[in-house]
């Protein structure tokens, strides 16, 4: 959660700096809202953004496996020439 926080705060103010050099927000929805729908905004991201990798993560693990504990190890034989 902190990772995605940090980029959801580092984007908004990015989109911050961008409204203070060129007098306008790069999407319309931000001109439309307020500052306090801004932060709920960005902070809904955020939690999107960790449940999404939270998400992944888990697919990932039911598809590939988690990782080395409780997995077989399996040992490579030489391929036989013919």
């Known amino acids: 959660m902190c990772l995605s926080s940090a980029l959801a705060l580092s984007y908004w103010f ?4 961008c409204f203070l050099h060129n ?3 790069p999407y319309p929805l ?3 809202i307020t500052t306090p729908w801004r932060v709920g905004f960005f902070a809904m991201s955020a939690v999107l953004m ?3 990798t939270v998400a ?11 990782g ?3 997995t ?3 040992r490579l034989e030489p391929v036989k020439k013919q």
């Not at 990015?14 to 700096?17: A, D, G, K, P, Y």
């Open 72 to 74: 077989k190890k399996v």
């Open 68 to 70: 080395v504990h409780g």
């Open 23 to 25: 007098a306008y927000y």
């Open 56 to 66: 992944l993560m888990w697919v990932y693990g039911k598809v590939n496996g988690y």
């Open 14 to 17: 990015w989109v911050e700096q």
């Open 50 to 52: 960790t449940g999404s």
């Open 30 to 32: 931000f001109e439309a």
